[in-house]
Nanobody, 125 residues
């Protein structure tokens, strides 16, 4: 079992920045690729970014490339999402996810083994 707890959400103005954190617990949490999804009001949950177990490979949705950066600290069992140049369209609940199948496969929600409960990010215009 892996438990995921997100933090760092909040209200920010367009053009601003936020850093989300996801703390993972469970003795094998470092064995999982990690990622972030988001769900805007009235929309489906969508892939945002993923990072491999070692942190050596990262993947991003086109909508966030160049603005968001994922990283992980396996010693702290924590994954981070640095979000810069935020836009109102980034408003959503952001969910942390863990997958044994690897970061490249995380674009499909069917490959996700564990989910966090989410943290709300609101970007005002």
């Amino acid at each position: 079992q892996v438990q995921l707890v997100e933090s760092g959400g909040g209200l920010v103005q367009a053009g601003g920045s936020l850093r989300l954190s996801c703390a993972a617990s469970g003795r094998t949490s470092s064995s999982y690729a990690m990622g972030w999804f988001r769900q805007a009001p009235g929309k489906d949950r969508e892939f945002v970014t993923a990072i491999s177990r070692s942190g050596g490979s990262t993947y991003y949705a086109d909508s966030v490339k160049g603005r968001f950066t994922i990283s992980r600290d396996n010693a702290k069992n924590t994954v981070y999402l640095q979000m810069n140049s935020l836009e109102p369209e980034d408003t959503a609940v952001y969910y942390c996810a863990a997958a044994l199948s690897g970061a490249q496969a995380m674009g499909s929600m069917r490959r996700i083994d564990y989910w966090g409960k989410g943290t709300l990010v609101t970007v005002s215009s």
